[in-house]
Structures are given as C-alpha cells and as structure tokens.
C-alpha cells in the first residue's frame, strides 16, 4: 500500500513542465483513485471471504482458500470480515435443488455437476478480478495468494469438465435411451 503511494507521487513528481499545483492535483486524483480501487478490492474480497466459507461447508478442502482470503486481508492490515454473497448463496440453492429433486443416478450427476462449475466460474471471475486490483494496487504478496486459488479453482473446473465429458453425459444418454424404449414398448 504504501509501497503504491510513494511509486505514484514520484512518478507525478519526475515529470517535467507541469506546474507545482498541477503535480499537486495529479497526485491527488491518482491517490484518490487508488483509494476507491482498494476499496473496491476490499469489498470484493468480503464477498468472496463469504463465498469461501459457505462453501467450506460442502467442501472441507475450501478451508486453505479461507485462510489465504484472511492472509490478503492482513496484507492490506484490514480485518477479515465477511460479506453475504447473494450469487454464491444462489449458486448453493439451486446445486441443493437438484441434489433434491433429481432421483439419484447419471441425471442427478450431472445436473450436481453442471452447478459445481457454476461454483467454479463465479470463483475464477472473482479471483481473477481481486487479482488484476492486487497488481495495480502494488500488493505483490496478495497477487501471489490470488493467483494460487485462481489457479486451484481453474483445475477444479477443468476437472468437472473431464468427469462430465468422460461418463456421467454417456451414462445420462443411455439412462435416457433405456427409458425411451420402455416407453415405446
Ligand atoms: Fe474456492
Ligand atoms: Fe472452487
């Protein structure tokens, strides 16, 4: 943070031909700039602090990414709070209404599937955001935790993807062929 600070003002204060109230102005809108995007950034990152926890509770393996999230908000010497993400808790409802509706079988699978990478992608988006803030803001360390749960998050998607593409979609098909025939009998 500080860090980001000093990087702006002298880079304001080699240019040359400005006056000292232009300088002035300049470093004030680029500091107040900064201060909305780390703001911004905290915000987002309260949202998936939130995230990561509801999740912890349908996958214990979530929990490092809970405690990278409390790393970042050390780094930037916030408290780490939580803030309700409605996507997410949407996100979890609807993986709950198919684990409910859905009698159990390839369907179900891939339907569970199907709202996991949901999960997934609402993560990466997110990661990938808090990031590019990170790096514009000057958080190197940050920057590095993101990027590890990114990169997590990515490999957990791509996983779904194999799992649907190598059996539960062939499974699904030949569910629903059986079913056709039945019913053409
Ligand atoms: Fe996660
Ligand atoms: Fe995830």
Known sequence: MDKSKSNGSQYVSTRGGSSKGAQTKEANRGEMQ???????????????YWAEK??????????????RVEQVFEL???????????AMEGLIKEA?????????????DAGIISAGQ?????EMASYGTLRQFAETLGLTDAVALLEETLNEEKIA???????????????ASEEEETRTKKSSK
């Open 34 to 48: 900064s201060s909305q995007l780390m703001k911004l950034f905290e915000e987002e990152l309260k949202d998936i």
């Open 54 to 67: 509801a999740l912890t509770k349908a996958i214990p393996k979530t929990e490092e990414q809970v405690k």
């Open 76 to 86: 930037t010497g916030k408290k780490a709070v939580a803030k309700k993400c409605e």
């Open 96 to 108: 709950e209404e198919i684990m409910e509706e859905c009698e159990e079988g390839a369907m179900r």
């Open 118 to 122: 949901k999960v997934e992608h609402y």
């Open 157 to 171: 998607d791509k996983k779904l993807t194999e799992v649907a593409l190598s059996a539960v979609n062939v499974e």
